[in-house]
């Protein structure tokens, strides 16, 4: 049995060779997290690492789903590539990366990413669009000439899969749905489920 890790980075790289036409961000995934009162909330990210330890991608810490994932420490992921027909949820615990990871991360973006992680107050009300540009211009001006840090409010969570469900189109909606769930013991097993 192919383990679900390994599967879910093969579905990943036939993603990534669809036509871009088709398929613009094939590691587009919408992230659900809830807060402390058990609200829920679901919005898209990229992935930006997969691994066996797990699902990587990026925040404002401060911004509703960085204090959400603070609160609770669970998520859960849902990428669907509909020109292979295929969609894959997740579901686990979610962890800091190391300060490591989110600098090396951080680094690799493009200068105007940098600088928008400064400017942004993510989640929070903006009452003229002018703010934005005019905390944009200070940071462009502080960080004029130097690399540009990463912030102390950014950077990253790495979400540890508990269950990982594999789902592919199927005629009259009897589509294929497989479950693997994470033992005690670190190994997988696997159940088909009714569509």
């Known amino acids: 049995m192919l383990d679900p890790i390994s599967r879910f980075q093969d579905l990943l790289v036939a993603a990534e060779r669809v036509d871009r036409t088709l398929l613009a961000e094939p590691t587009a995934f919408c992230l659900a997290t809830a807060d402390a009162a058990g609200r829920p909330s679901a919005r898209m990210l990229l992935l930006k690492g997969v691994d066996r330890e797990g699902f990587v991608f990026y925040t404002n810490?401060?911004?509703?789903?960085?204090?959400?994932?603070?609160?609770?420490?669970?998520?859960?992921?849902?990428?669907?590539?509909?020109?292979?027909?295929?969609q894959v949820r997740v579901e686990g615990t979610v962890a800091p990366v190391a300060d490591a990871e989110a600098d090396a991360y951080f680094a690799s973006r493009a200068r105007?990413?940098?600088?928008?992680?400064?400017a942004s107050l993510q989640s929070r009300a903006l009452?003229?669009?002018?703010?934005?540009?005019?905390?944009?211009?200070?940071?462009?001006?502080?960080?004029?000439?130097?690399a540009v840090p990463r912030p102390p409010h950014w950077s990253g969570f790495r979400l540890s899969p508990e269950q990982i469900e594999f789902w592919r189109n199927r005629p009259s909606r009897l589509h294929e749905r497989e479950l693997y769930a994470k033992k005690e013991d670190g190994a997988w097993s696997m159940e088909r489920l009714y569509p």
């Open 127 to 146: 009452p003229d669009p002018r703010d934005l540009e005019t905390r944009l211009a200070e940071f462009e001006q502080r960080f004029a000439g130097v």
């Open 61 to 86: 810490l401060e911004s509703r789903k960085g204090e959400d994932l603070r609160a609770t420490k669970r998520a859960a992921m849902c990428f669907h590539w509909q020109p292979l027909e295929a």
């Open 112 to 118: 105007a990413s940098q600088l928008g992680a400064w």
